[in-house]
């Protein structure tokens, strides 16, 4: 059974920072594409960062600059650093995976694509 175990959110300044981890078991996810994704309330699920299974990334535009993606795949695992947070970065965020090759980037960063997903883990930004 593939699982997917999001965790490191919580509750943070304006200006803070926090560092999100995916883990993932049940399979080894060296050619998958991996993405974040968040949920504010009221709101669609949007794609925040992600990276394909050759390594390529993409990023948000209300997010570049202050979150950094990253994957260890010795681990099995994927991260996402949090800086310079704002209220607006206020959500549940989303841990995803899968195996199929997006070719695109535009497809990779698409919540669509995705097979596997994470529970959630909420990240708060007061201001």
């Known amino acids: 059974e593939v699982q997917l175990q999001a965790s490191g959110g919580g509750l943070v300044q304006a200006g803070g920072s926090l560092r999100l981890s995916c883990t993932i078991s049940?399979?080894?996810?060296?050619?998958?594409?991996i993405g974040w994704f968040r949920q504010a309330p009221g709101k669609e699920r949007e794609g925040v960062s992600c990276v394909s299974s050759t390594r390529r990334t993409k990023y948000a535009d209300s997010v570049k600059g202050r979150f950094i993606i990253s994957r260890d795949d010795a681990k099995n695992a994927f991260y996402l650093q949090m800086n310079a947070l704002t209220p607006e970065d206020t959500a549940v965020y989303y841990c995803?995976?899968?195996?199929?090759?997006?070719?695109?980037?535009?497809?990779?960063?698409?919540?669509?694509?995705?097979?596997?997903w994470g529970q959630g883990t909420l990240v708060t930004v007061s201001s």
């Open positions: 995803a995976a899968t195996p199929y090759d997006g070719h695109s980037m535009a497809v990779v960063s698409a919540p669509t694509h995705y097979v596997y």
């Open positions: 049940g399979l080894s996810f060296n050619d998958f594409d």
